[in-house]
């Protein structure tokens, strides 16, 4: 998950410095589990979370690249006053710490037993690491292990990087294992917060075939919402200069266009807590038949490289909005 606007996985990279590629698929997609707990690993038809002697290895995400086609600002404000990676590493550490109480005070009803004693025990794996011009922050989650990178940048940056990537690691983190023996691998789907993928994993080859993903859009959109909402309950000025940086800025308008249609609670029910069906039902009933996967496209299409693409996918997505605004005001 990437903050650029601009970023998509073109392929299945697996390793740390993978740029572009995430995974993330709901439950609903398949029947192999019965459980819908948070920070699981799920191996249909099976009781460990290997097949043979393979564990998966699940394609990191990454978030919070600055984008110069997106912001004014961009590099001259990441450049100011870096940090080392010491100091880095106990700002970032301090910062996770800090988001995780903030979310869970704010929104830990939306999420299960469960999800909560996991966002409290913190992220798996937190580091700060050297900025080399690319994101400025990454969320991986993978076989019940989440780990977090921030760029070692100025206080300002690593505080936003390090509350997005935390708010990513709050939202809803599921993923199944389907074993496909006759194939030589298995099928790996991941869920974090609205974006779902999958992919196939070859255990002869060790390579990953058919990503897809699904959702991204609306994702990268809801955890910039609401990194920006809850940098503004710390400080009007941090959510001035957050909102600013115009970070995924077309997905995120829409979200808050949206969040005023639906409500909070429907929106932070799907993220935090995965009921992603009640999200699609409350759009459809409003938007019609199929109304949320039509708005979902439009906003992974909000990510795209080609600005014109972006333009278009705002306006094909604000026709449906502006419908299910006026459906909803006949209901009142």
């Known amino acids: 998950m990437s903050e650029t606007g601009g970023n998509s996985g073109d392929g299945i990279n697996v390793g740390v410095g993978d740029d572009n590629v995430g995974t993330e698929v709901s439950s609903s997609e398949t029947s192999a589990t019965e459980s819908n707990e948070t920070g699981s690993v799920i191996t249909a038809g099976e009781t460990t979370e290997t097949v043979g002697t393979e564990v998966v290895a699940a394609p990191p995400t990454t978030e919070i690249s600055i984008n110069s086609n997106e912001t004014m600002q961009g590099m001259n404000q990441i450049l100011e006053t870096p940090q080392t990676l010491e100091q880095a590493q106990k700002s970032v550490e301090t910062f996770h710490t800090q988001s995780i109480t903030q979310i869970l005070e704010n929104n830990g009803k939306y999420m299960s037993e469960a999800d909560r004693a996991r966002v409290a025990e913190g992220a798996t794996s937190v580091k700060a690491v050297d900025y080399n011009g690319g994101p400025t922050g990454r969320y991986g989650f993978s076989n019940g292990k989440s780990s977090i990178e921030v760029s070692a940048v100025n206080p300002t940056q690593i505080e936003r990087s390090t509350k997005h990537e935390t708010n990513h690691f709050a939202s809803k983190n599921m993923e199944i294992i389907v074993p496909e023996p006759g194939k030589h691998g298995y099928t790996v789907y991941n869920t974090v917060g609205t974006r779902q993928s999958s992919y196939f994993h070859s255990t002869k080859t060790g390579e990953n075939f058919n990503y897809s993903e699904k959702g991204r859009g609306l994702n990268e959109g809801l955890t910039t919402l609401y990194t920006n909402q809850q940098l503004t309950e710390l400080s009007a000025e941090k959510g001035k200069a957050a909102e600013q940086q115009a970070i995924y800025s077309h997905a995120t308008e829409l979200c808050a266009q949206l969040e005023s249609i639906v409500g909070k609670d429907a929106l932070k029910e799907a993220y935090y807590g995965g009921n992603l069906q009640g999200l699609e039902a409350k759009v459809d009933a409003l938007a019609g038949e199929k109304g949320y996967e039509s708005l ?19 306006k094909d997505a604000q026709a449906i909005l502006a419908k299910m605004y006026e459906e909803g005001g006949k209901r009142t």
């Open 296 to 314: 979902r496209d439009c906003l992974d299409r909000t990510l795209s490289k080609d600005y014109a693409e972006r333009v278009e996918a705002m």
